[in-house]
């Protein structure tokens, strides 16, 4: 069972273009959502989070947005550049007061590709 | 700031082995957890450790197994390796605090033959 879902596997943008990568959640005890990027070869890199109890998030070029009543999140990035191609995954964990904080759940990926 | 390191890089196993992966967490965390990632999917929990016990698991049997040092580094155990066990195996380190934003390793790749 698949509590974390990232429906597209790949997704491709001109660059300077917003590159938007969604993802789906079906557990409502997720409080707190992450993004992460990963390079071939390297460990998954820290982008950008937020609480269930905003629903944006703002750093930089990176953008969050949180709809709790459809379960959903998604990722822009804005402007794309050639350096955004990678795989991005959404990850979730349970809120404070569970035994599963930090107990991170991902998604399968969506991999980006930016064309010059 | 050091960042989160693992060793080794790449590992080659023949099933029925043991094999044990290292991490040293960044500094200043003192909870680590651990992650397999197939190829293809996203990483999947193993277990979090933290103040030298284990402290959460995931859907994995008894086999994996780890440990966790003073100096907040870990070990993951795995015994009896199954073909399936391949996989590149992540570390991430937080502090208790912040336990939601994890900061990974390079990881480990393991192929078992």
């Known amino acids: 069972d698949q509590q974390v879902k990232q429906n597209s596997p790949s997704l491709s943008v001109q660059e300077g273009r917003i590159s938007i990568l969604n993802c789906d959640y079906t557990n409502s005890m997720f409080d707190y959502f992450l993004w992460y990027k990963k390079y071939p070869a390297e460990g998954p890199t820290f982008l950008i989070s937020i609480s269930s109890i905003k629903d944006k998030n703002e750093d930089g070029r990176f953008t969050v947005f949180l709809n709790k009543s459809a379960k959903h999140l998604s990722l822009h990035i804005v402007p794309s550049q050639p350096g955004d191609s990678a795989v991005y995954f959404c990850a979730a964990s349970p809120g404070r007061g569970s035994s599963n904080t930090g107990k991170l759940i991902f998604g399968q990926g969506t991999t980006l590709q930016v064309k010059p | 700031e050091t960042g989160v390191t693992q060793s080794p890089t790449h590992l080659i196993k023949t099933r029925g082995q043991q094999v044990t992966l290292r991490c040293s967490s960044q500094?200043?965390?003192?909870?680590v957890s651990w992650y397999q990632q197939a190829l293809g999917q996203g990483p999947q929990f193993i277990f979090q450790y933290y103040r030298e016990e284990e402290n959460g698991r995931g859907n994995f049997p008894p086999r994996f197994s780890g440990l966790q040092f003073p100096n907040y580094s870990s070990e993951l155990n795995v015994n009896a390796l199954e073909l399936d066990d391949s996989a590149l195996y992540l570390c991430?380190?937080?502090?208790?605090?912040?336990?939601?934003?994890?900061?990974f390793g390079p990881g480990t790749r393991l192929l078992v033959l």
């Open positions: 500094s200043g965390h003192n909870t």
């Open positions: 991430a380190s937080s502090s208790w605090d912040l336990q939601e934003t994890q900061y």
